[in-house]
Structures are given as structure tokens and as C-alpha cells.
């Protein structure tokens, strides 16, 4: 029975468990408990069992999340229990593979993180145990686009009001590991994190605007930055530091038109003044646009006057994809774009069309082929075809 026939079934919730109970599972059961906050009739995510090997981080849900009643320390435990319709899954890419094809032979929908595999044969693995069990249905997180300012761009793109596309730039840059002293976590380590380094964990990031506006990369030049090498382990000592810290990808991408576009992707983790940037920049010849994260409520454009242009801002106040009992004159935040990413998943789920859907698992396929040719390009010092 595939998903689509098994939504026709679906009642007003759907019963969740988590498994990694970290930062991201925290904003899960926030957003889950704002259900009410959203105006349309979405089926909501009831969060019912909790799986983490660390007993404090499950303590946090058991504490102040009332619907939970189930905890485990063993995935495998969770993925038994028959009232576990869906799984959020938040572990680190080198158990994607394993756990991500758990939950789906055992029949859960999925809701998985970046970068769905911490590499292109994971990758292959979990896209062919989906494609062995249509009944699940499966998505990767990605919540940046749901801010409203860049719904509008999102809704100027499907417009073409942008005339012939010029150049297209996006990126997610942080600047916390510019503390050289920083403790190591598992993102600094490639044996957890994978040979992608900053590509894999931030990338799929920078890639879900372009991918599903139609702008599909052809290539790649690559370039990569390791600058910490070593960090202290918390423990006294210090440990490898062998990820990738910066990487710019410069790509051709072909348009829905077939036009060739150049587009640069670029993710780091040391960026100077940017504490959690996200941005998307699309030039041409009849106007261009950005947003940035570090200005959430501004939608930036041009105007022009012959062969004049001039950039203006509009703030677009509250004015999400899935409305909501927010007034439109009030700001828009992160835990804002959360709700709306996980009541777009809530109503895909449940067969609905949304305007601008989550990352799919076909998707997740070319950010690997991407990934994986970025290392090449690296490595032999020149572009690859995808």
C-alpha cells in the first residue's frame, strides 16, 4: 500500500517518535506543541516516544512533553512499538544509513536530517529501501525557505519576474568555530560527520531553493578549506579537528529553459560576523532580489529607470506560506519557519499540496552526486560533470 492510499486513513494526528533528543528534536517538540498556532487543519504531530543513549537529553521530553510516554535507550525498541506512525530522526550522518533504513522497513514515515547519508552509497541505500516500501513516506529537513520574505521570491521566481537569469548565489555560513578553542564535537570529525565536512552538514541547506525552483547543477569547482586542525577534547587533551571547515562551490547550473546559469554554493562554519547566515541571491535582466537571514523580515529587490538600478527593501512583516493566528504587521522567526517546515511535512503527509513542499529524498540523490564530485573537483584540481 503506498502512502498516498494510507493517508485516506489518517486522523487528526499522527503519533511521533524521536530518535536523537539533541537541539533539533528540542524544536520538534516546540513546534509540535504550537499546533493551534497555525489556522489551517493540518493533522498534528503527537509526540509519543522518545529514543536517545544519553538518559538526560530523553529527561528534557519526559519532563515537559506530556504526550510522551514511551522512552528508550535502543532505536530498535522504538521502531517495535505498533502506535509509532512516523519517526523525526536526528542522529549524526554516520547512522543515517542504519537507522534511516530502519525506520522505513519498519513501516514508519520519515522525517530525516541532513545529508540523509553520510555519503552517496548511504545515500543509494536509503533511497532503494524507499523505493522497496512506497507506503512510507519520507522528506529531509530544510526550514530557511519558509521565512516569508522568501516566499516572495520564492512566488517572483515562479513569475519570472526576474526576466533571463544571470547568476544565482546562495549560502549558510556560521562563525562559531572561529573560537579556536572551541571543544571538539562529532561535526569536526569526519568519522561521524563524513569526507564531506561543511558541505554535508550545512549544504542541503543552500541547495533546496535552487533545486526545486529548476536550477539543477551540471558541474562543479570546488573550493575547500581546512584551518583547525586540532581542537581540545574536553577532556583535558586535544583531538583531530579533519572536516572541512569552508567550502565554495562554483557550479553551471541548467534552468527549466535549458539556459546555463552560474550559481556558487557556499558553506562555513568559520565566517567572520555571521552567527548563523543564511542567504539566497538571484540576478536578472529585468530585476534581481536577496534575502538573508540576518535581516529575516527584508525582501530586497531592484528597481529600475533605463539603464539605472537601484536596490530597495520591503519588510514583509508576518506572512508565512501556511497562515497562521499571527497578525501580518509582527516578525517572523527560526521557531517560526520550523512550524511552517513541519506543517508543510504534516500536509504532504497527509496528501495536500503545498506551495513550496520539503527537501525530498530524490533531491537528497543530486546533493550527493554534487557532494561527491565537489571532493573530486577538489582532490584533481578542476570541474566535474555531475
Not at 28 to 49: G, K, M, N, V, Y
Not at 74 to 92: G, H, M, S, W
Not at 285 to 294: H, I, M, N, P, Y
Not at 328 to 356: C, H, N
Request: hydrophobic residues 35%; glycine residues 8%.
Amino acid at each position: 500500500m503506498s502512502w498516498e492510499r494510507e493517508r485516506k486513513e489518517m486522523g487528526k494526528s499522527v503519533r511521533f517518535g524521536i530518535i536523537g533528543c539533541g537541539l533539533m528534536g528540542r524544536e520538534f517538540a516546540s513546534a509540535a506543541s504550537r499546533w493551534q498556532h497555525l489556522a489551517e487543519d493540518i493533522p498534528q504531530p503527537q509526540l509519543t516516544a522518545v529514543c536517545d543513549v544519553n538518559p538526560s537529553s530523553r529527561k528534557w521530553f519526559t519532563d515537559h512533553v506530556p504526550t510522551v510516554q514511551y522512552e528508550y535507550d535502543d532505536y530498535r525498541e522504538l521502531l517495535k512499538n505498533p502506535e509509532i506512525e512516523a519517526v523525526y530522526c536526528a542522529v549524526p550522518h554516520h547512522l543515517h544509513e542504519e537507522v534511516y533504513v530502519a525506520v522505513i522497513e519498519a513501516g514508519k514515515h520519515l522525517m530525516g536530517e541532513k545529508p540523509f547519508g553520510i555519503d552517496q552509497a548511504a545515500n543509494d541505500h536509503i533511497l532503494a529501501a524507499l523505493k522497496e516500501h512506497p507506503e512510507v513516506f519520507a522528506r529531509c529537513a530544510s526550514e530557511f525557505p519558509y521565512f516569508p520574505a522568501m516566499q516572495v521570491m520564492l512566488s517572483w521566481i515562479r513569475e519570472e519576474k526576474f526576466g533571463r537569469i544571470l547568476e544565482i548565489k546562495a549560502g549558510f555560513n556560521h562563525s562559531s568555530d572561529m573560537d579556536t578553542e572551541k571543544p571538539i564535537n562529532w561535526k569536526r570529525q569526519a568519522c561521524y560527520n563524513g569526507a564531506y565536512g561543511c558541505i554535508g552538514d550545512l549544504g542541503i541547506h543552500t541547495q533546496h531553493v535552487p533545486f526545486r525552483m529548476g536550477f539543477l547543477p551540471r558541474n562543479v569547482y570546488a573550493s575547500l578549506r581546512k584551518y583547525v586542525h586540532q581542537r581540545p577534547d574536553g577532556k583535558g587533551g586535544t583531538a583531530a579537528c579533519d572536516t572541512w571547515d569552508n567550502a565554495v562551490l562554483f557550479c553551471e547550473a541548467v534552468g527549466k529553459d535549458g539556459e546555463t546559469v552560474p550559481m556558487t554554493l557556499e558553506t562555513k562554519r568559520m565566517s567572520p560576523g555571521d552567527t548563523n547566515n543564511w542567504y539566497f541571491e538571484i540576478y536578472g535582466l529585468e530585476a534581481s532580489a536577496k534575502f538573508t537571514s540576518s535581516k529575516p523580515d527584508i525582501f530586497t529587490f531592484t528597481q529600475s529607470w533605463g539603464k539605472e538600478q537601484a536596490w530597495a527593501d520591503i519588510h514583509i512583516g508576518y506572512k508565512p506560506m501556511l497562515p497562521t493566528i499571527t497578525g501580518p504587521i509582527f516578525e517572523f522567526g527560526f521557531t517560526d519557519a520550523i512550524l511552517q517546515m513541519w506543517g508543510a511535512y504534516m500536509k504532504e503527509l497527509d496528501g495536500r499540496q503545498v506551495s513550496f513542499g520539503c527537501f525530498t529524498p530524490e533531491e537528497t540523490a543530486l546533493s550527493h552526486r554534487l557532494s561527491t564530485a565537489a571532493l573530486r573537483s577538489y582532490e584533481e584540481r578542476k570541474a566535474i560533470d555531475l
